[in-house]
């Protein structure tokens, strides 16, 4: 199971869809308050965190998901904006790092963010990705 957290719908949306269609189960809450539950009920096997989003901080989020004894992977969505964040994000046990997802005509290349996923959960042999 992957969570998906980010302040962008459109971004979300796609990303979800990209995630089903390789074969994942995804999950996403349905507001920021619900992350920490629904780590703790879910527990999936990978979160996908998007960095700039606020109240609390992506940061601030990444340090409750893992004082919460989350020990799941997490890949963060971020860019050069945010290079003295993700040192600290990296400290905290960030898997991967994938910078660059804008919107680019009307559609986000969620290429690397595939690849990233695939790298630290790779997808199950009945899949059959």
Known sequence: ????????PE???RVVERL?????EVAVPPHRQDVLDGVSQINPDLIILDMYVA???GLEMLR???RAEYRGKVVVLGGASLSTVLSTAQA????????GL???NSTFDLGPLEAAVRAALPPSPEVGV
């Open 64 to 66: 409750r998901i893992r």
């Open 20 to 24: 089903r269609r390789c074969g994942y």
């Open 102 to 104: 804008e919107l680019n």
């Open 11 to 13: 971004l979300r949306d």
């Open 55 to 57: 109240d609390p901080s």
């Open 1 to 8: 199971m992957i969570m998906v957290i980010t302040y962008r």
């Open 92 to 99: 905290l046990g960030v898997d991967q790092v994938v910078s």
